[in-house]
DNA sequence: CCCTTTTCACCTAGGTGGTAAGAT
DNA sequence: ATCTTACCACCTAGGTGAAAAGGG
């Protein structure tokens, strides 16, 4: 589906008031979101840093290693338009607890059940895309994929990953802003940006899943799960 | 070792008059230069678009597969000093005959004989580090690495790879370009970059492996290769 | 004969859910 | 009981040189 808007599009930078934003894969969030969106969030484990001996051997310096974190699937991708083509934007996402619940899965009923209040909120984080900022033109070349996103449920995380509660509802929302040259751009900051929330996009961040309809749509369309697949071929 | 200097290193723009680069894993280096450094160039095959079956249950769109080009080894990477923290700057390397030979390799006496003139000189590219452009506080960091750079054979390649005549000798260079934002900024084109040259990364370009010893040190030293080393564990 | 291309087994690097054990 | 962690086999994706085949 088409952009969300975001709050207040009046009086709007000319620079993002044109900005809209399609969901890629839109019929696959919608699958998903029919039967429950769940998004895993692991804690990220903190290994050591890594010097794989290897490189040890050829004089380099160590480096973290990969969090256990994981990624969203689907991936959240977009396809933007009317965007300045000659102007700088950064693009970001955030993610908004959608109640203060908490919930369980009641396995009985194959069915999410408010459980409590939400726990205190994690650490409000942003993830910026890694190739801001850019020209709009580059926005616009390609669809813009949020792959490198991460989320965990390490509330001492440290490594920039989404920080979400576990057994709690969130709604990813997406951000276009306008780098403003001006000298007094903090003056401007509320209108130099746009917003954009799709709903079929909302979940809810397990450690586990618990629909298991859920888990066999994620094994029959993630391509790194196929090591799970039974073998019905698909064209 | 520390920075060739660049033609001119006089009139210099302030951003760069201070500039200063740092190879690193220069004894790696050093021991390839001994042997007489070679670098595989491979035909980029030019694959037809992918279009996994999996991306397209999903949706997706096709894109180009990854090329068939070999990268360096050692990479090129850089420590880099001297650069004004606030300001951008524009990282990139190109490569330049060493003479206007063509050679041969003799196996009976493992030498590199001159064997006529050079062919025509292959198309001069460039390489832009990906993260380009960036402040200077973001480049001096970290280590700065070239290993998304690619060598091809190929004159009519058309990913942006570098392209190189094999059996030709050639010395990396490496450019820091300050981004001037003054609106006359050509005029100063000249005054605003950088170049350094570090002679112990010259190399041959090959389509196979000629000198042995060139060879097992690179299945020695290189991560990738380990499936053709023999059992000799090292620290 | 000299050089290049193609294909291959074998790696690195890292993204999956399953499973069993652990925590509360 | 309910939720979380740690480890695992199994994938995707792609960087190696060996070996054989191809070309002039």
């Not at 709007?12 to 029919?34: D, I, T, Y």
Request: charged letters at 25%; hydrophobic letters at 35%.
């Amino acid at each position: 589906g088409w952009a969300g808007e975001g709050p207040g599009a009046s009086g709007k930078n000319r620079h993002v008031c044109h900005a809209a934003a399609r969901l890629e894969m839109g019929s696959l969030w919608e699958e998903f979101n029919r039967l429950g969106t769940e998004m895993i969030v692991t804690k990220a484990g903190r290994w050591e840093l890594e010097w794989p001996g290897e490189l040890q051997r050829l004089g380099g310096t160590p480096f973290p290693s990969p969090s256990l974190c994981r990624r969203m699937f689907p991936t959240f991708q977009v396809k933007l338009s009317g965007l300045d083509p000659l102007a700088d934007y950064v693009l970001l996402m955030d993610f908004i607890p959608l109640d203060d619940k908490r919930y369980r899965y009641a396995f009985h009923s194959s069915s999410w059940l408010a459980a409590g209040r939400a726990e205190p909120a994690a650490p409000g984080r942003v993830h910026f895309h890694p190739d801001s900022p850019a020209k709009g033109a580059q926005w616009m070349r390609q669809i813009v994929s949020f792959d490198k996103l991460k989320l965990t449920n390490n509330l001492l995380d440290d490594n920039g990953h989404i920080i979400l509660n576990s057994m709690h509802r969130y709604q990813p929302r997406f951000h276009v802003v306008f780098v403003d040259p001006r000298r007094d751009s903090e003056r401007f900051a509320h209108q130099n940006f746009k917003s954009f929330s799709f709903p079929e996009t909302q979940f809810m961040a397990v450690t586990a899943y618990q629909n298991h309809r859920i888990t066999q749509l994620k094994i029959a369309s993630n391509p790194f799960a196929k090591g799970f697949r039974d073998g019905d071929p698909e064209p």
